[in-house]
């Protein structure tokens, strides 16, 4: 069964930076795309940025300049660097991988989410 394990999530000030990873895990042959979604609380879920297997990515308004994403198609990994935090980046991070293809199927898969906290 395909997994997607996420870590680098915690606490930071404002104006400091944490890194997430997200590597996904099982007998998978591609993958189209892999990016980070997040949910505040009272919140739809957001599109916080997402890369291609043709390393085509995509932000949010709110997070360009500050977030580089970027993946290791070799591992099956990505990766969110965030710069500049601010309290308002405060928010559960779930990990998404889309278009994942196993033995018999092509499917898309969430991570279980983690916790990011930006203090003033």
């Known amino acids: 069964q395909v997994r997607l394990v996420e870590s680098g999530g915690g606490l930071a000030q404002a104006g400091g930076s944490l890194r997430l990873s997200c590597a996904a895990s099982?007998?998978?042959?591609?993958?189209?795309?892999m990016g980070w979604y997040r949910q505040a609380p009272g919140k739809q879920r957001e599109l916080v940025a997402m890369?291609?297997?043709?390393?085509?990515?995509n932000y949010a308004d709110s997070v360009k300049g500050r977030f580089t994403i970027s993946r290791d198609g070799a591992k099956n990994t990505v990766n969110l660097q965030m710069n500049s935090l601010k309290p308002e980046d405060t928010a559960v991070y779930y990990c998404?991988?889309?278009?994942?293809?196993?033995?018999?199927?092509?499917?898309?898969?969430w991570g279980q989410g983690t916790q990011v906290t930006v203090s003033s």
């Open positions: 998404k991988a889309d278009g994942v293809r196993g033995i018999t199927t092509v499917r898309d898969y």
């Open positions: 099982g007998v998978i042959f591609s993958i189209d795309a």
């Open positions: 890369v291609t297997n043709g390393d085509s990515t």
